[in-house]
């Protein structure tokens, strides 16, 4: 977006470029053809492996196996074929139940909290997976987010806390790559491109590359005789009903 709306310019054939993010610092390369970014990589900030193989007791689903690891949120990854998914498209409603159920419950049962940032804590996104298919193979999985839906992409620090699992159990080392492929078949390709200590456990610094489109623009406007042009906040702003449709 910063480089195909002019606000940042475009150099090709890459342009890089360096933005804070909520998880820190993050280096993006962009590839430019004739004025297009056609592909990012960034480089995300060290990723862990906070618990292999925790057990959460989940409503309908009962003891469920969870591998827990931060990618720039904390994610509780389960493989979903063990519990008798197929991880395709048709699943999506019952996947987003078995994704908020394990999101709420690993919540409650599991303290996690970031080791240099304590305001990054408790498990934010649940990742429903296929087992690994291999270094370069593509690998079905579903994140789902808050209140219970899946992400359009396989997400960036979904990928980048799933290398970080298969990272401690041996199944992926400096140099390798992964592709992760999402519901409705968006993919983004994860590198493992070094490995560095954090707070005394082995960190990875991943690499994620993906495509993106803009889909739209929305302008705000303050108006000098508005007196509340920063807005307003009451604690019934996010509705009392939980529903997101009258």
């Given at each position: 977006?910063?480089?195909?709306?002019?606000?940042?310019?475009?150099?090709?054939?890459?342009?890089?470029?360096?933005?804070?993010?909520?998880?820190?610092?993050?280096?993006?390369v962009a590839?430019?053809?004739?004025?297009?970014?056609?592909?990012?990589?960034?480089?995300?900030?060290p990723c862990f492996a906070e618990r292999l193989d925790a057990v959460i007791e989940v409503e309908g689903f009962g003891s469920v196996r969870a591998d827990i690891a931060?990618?720039?949120?904390?994610?509780?990854?389960?493989?979903?074929?063990?519990?008798?998914?197929?991880?395709?498209?048709?699943?999506?409603?019952?996947?987003?139940?078995?994704?908020?159920?394990?999101r709420l419950a690993a919540r409650e049962q599991l303290r996690v909290v970031h080791p240099d940032n304590p305001g990054i804590a408790g498990v934010s996104i649940v990742q429903l997976a296929?087992?690994?298919?291999?270094?370069?193979?593509?690998t079905r999985n579903t994140c789902i987010v808050a209140p219970g839906r899946s992400d359009r992409s396989p997400?960036?620090?979904?990928?980048?806390?799933?290398?970080?699992?298969?990272?401690a159990r041996g199944q992926m080392r400096v140099g390798d790559t992964m592709v992760h492929e999402s519901l409705i078949g968006s993919r983004f390709t994860g590198?493992?491109?070094?490995?560095?200590?954090?707070a005394g456990r082995t960190a990875?610094?991943?690499?994620?590359?993906?495509?993106a489109w803009i889909t739209g623009m929305f302008n705000y406007f303050i108006d000098p005789a508005d007196?509340?042009?920063?807005?307003?906040?009451?604690?019934?702003m996010l509705g009392v009903t939980g529903k997101l449709t009258q």
């Open positions: 977006m910063l480089l195909e709306t002019g606000i940042l310019p475009v150099t090709e054939p890459q342009t890089v470029v360096t933005m804070d993010t909520p998880a820190g610092p993050v280096r993006a590839t430019c053809k004739d004025g297009r970014c056609e592909r990012v990589e960034f480089s995300n900030v931060y990618g720039g949120m904390f994610y509780a990854i389960v493989d979903a074929t063990a519990l008798g998914f197929s991880v395709v498209a048709d699943e999506a409603r019952d996947l987003a139940v078995l994704g908020e159920r394990v296929a087992p690994f298919a291999g270094v370069g193979e593509v997400t960036g620090t979904g990928t980048c806390a799933r290398m970080a699992v298969l990272h590198r493992i491109t070094g490995e560095t200590m954090l990875i610094i991943p690499t994620i590359s993906g495509r007196p509340w042009p920063e807005g307003f906040a009451l604690n019934d």
